[in-house]
């Protein structure tokens, strides 16, 4: 994540020494105490941040110091939204391991592997809505069709890019007529 930079006008006479005071809003206590610098010969100043967490609102303060280096000023609060940070890769399919329903109208098709953590997230064949992964290494009730896989977002993480699987339409394995599965031997 590139860093921030906030930047301000301050008419300061000579000695003046400012300072960004920043703290973090959802806990309060992470704070940092930053010089701001003079941009150019005018009386714009900046402070570049780095290190912030993605997703999170920030408060800060411009502070004043007088020549003795006592506090001269201090200005109102500020705030400012970190963006979450890019989201990661699409989950891998490496070794995920589709299974078909038990039959025509069952949806008890399934997913297992060791790439189907909890970080996981899906959403099955045609439906809006997504789901956690409630078991590592396995998603269930699944009808036939297409499984759209994502990493889930985060406080701090937009949810990644998508991969999908299809999960194929019930079988029926069984030759009870010779014909290797033809309608040709149903006659």
Not at 43 to 71: C, M
Not at 121 to 141: M, Q, R
Request: hydrophobic share 35%; charged share 15%; proline share 6%.
């Amino acid at each position: 994540m590139s860093p921030i930079i906030i930047s301000f006008n301050a008419d300061c006479p000579n000695g003046t020494k400012l300072q960004v005071l920043l703290r973090q809003q959802t806990n309060g206590t992470d704070e940092l105490l930053l010089d701001a610098h003079l941009k150019g010969t005018g009386q714009v100043y900046y402070v570049n941040i780095t290190g912030l967490v993605g997703g999170s609102v920030y408060a800060y303060y411009i502070i004043g110091y007088d020549s003795n280096g006592d506090e001269a000023f201090r200005s109102g609060q500020q705030t400012f939204t970190v963006p979450k940070y890019a989201s990661p890769q699409a989950p891998s399919l490496a070794g995920i391991i589709v299974h078909s329903p038990s039959s025509l109208v069952a949806t008890d098709g399934y997913l297992e592997g060791s790439a189907i953590t909890k970080e996981i997230e899906y959403c099955p064949n045609g439906s809006e809505t997504w789901y956690p992964v409630a078991t590592a290494g396995l998603i269930t009730d699944l009808p036939p069709g297409k499984v759209i896989l994502r990493k889930a977002e985060t406080p701090t993480t937009e949810a990644s890019k998508t991969a999908s699987l299809i999960i194929p339409m019930y079988k029926n394995n069984t030759d009870m007529d010779g014909s290797n599965g033809t309608s040709e031997g149903l006659r």
